[in-house]
């Protein structure tokens, strides 16, 4: 038997095998370039939402303080004895240093009574109004400020108010067994010695809370990742270097507040009164603007936007 060879057999030529990888290349780029897209676009989109997430988060904090500034401090403020200017002082429940240490951002400052920390006071024997003649009161309750002052008997500061009249005095001691609270009346905050006020003083019914000073901030020591921080004290002559700051919310890059008048005007802060125009001095303020400018944990690939101008620049 013969047995011939076939050679009717073909395979891939070589020209065929290159044109087969270079169409092999192209499909896998396109579907390459494809997902490198959809991934790009996905990434940004978290970047965004993250960031976004970041401003609603700041937002709702700062306005659940913001309205609460001015609780108990009466529409001029809350008052106390300058004794360096011999004369009475006040602190407004919302302020701002405007463009605070030359960097165009806002610090801002919100003063109120603690709700949570409260007491009413008892009457005494003799009737007596305090905070004269003496720097002790009674009570209903001092246990909640008997644990403000903790192991330290580190003094703290106390709304007093009767609902119309309202000032700001130290607690030195607070003593739940015999319900009564002790004033440290030589401090700045008091009215000392032969220094009265221009009423009668807190009788019984009056309340007494504790006073929260909450502030914001914007800390830019890493300047690719800037953080808004809050800080709540008890103090208010505290200087902002010097607050007690915990972190927030992180990438919020500018912070601002314009104040609202009744009259629709716009302004960084309230007139200092001695202007003759009352308009806008503090007690006309009817709303207060918030703004917060964010940015996203990493650059956005492909973005070509400009930074934002300055924000409220009045």
Known sequence: MNIKPHDNDKGFTLVELLVSLA???????????????QERVYKAQQLIVEMQQNIKSAMLIATKEVR??????????????????????????????????????????????????????RPKPNGEYMPKPS???????AKAFEDRLG?????????????KKSNLMKVTNANDSSKTLTFNRSEDYNYPAGKEWDHDGYGAGAMIFLVKFVSFRIK?????????EIGINYNPDTA?????????????????????????????????GTDPDPTNDYENVSAIRISIVARTREPVR?????????LEDH
């Open 23 to 37: 169409l092999a290349g192209i499909v896998s780029a396109a579907i390459y370039a494809s997902f490198n897209s």
């Open 151 to 163: 192991p330290d008997k580190t003094p703290f500061l106390v709304i007093i108010s009767d609902g």
């Open 68 to 121: 609460m500034a001015n609780a108990y401090l009466g529409k001029d403020g809350i008052g106390w004895w300058d004794s360096d200017a011999d004369s009475e002082s006040f602190i407004n429940g919302i302020s701002a240093h405007n463009n605070y240490d030359d960097k165009g951002i806002d610090v801002i400052d919100i003063a109120y009574a603690d709700f949570t920390v409260s007491t009413p006071i």
């Open 135 to 141: 720097a002790t009161q009674n009570v209903e309750t």
């Open 240 to 272: 902002v270097a010097d607050r007690n700051y915990t972190r927030l919310v992180e990438d919020i890059e500018d912070l601002q507040i314009v104040y609202i008048f009744k009259d629709g005007d716009e302004a960084n802060e309230p007139d200092d």
């Open 220 to 228: 830019d020591s890493d300047s690719a990742h800037p953080t808004l």
């Open 302 to 310: 492909g973005f070509s936007g400009s930074a934002p101008i300055d």
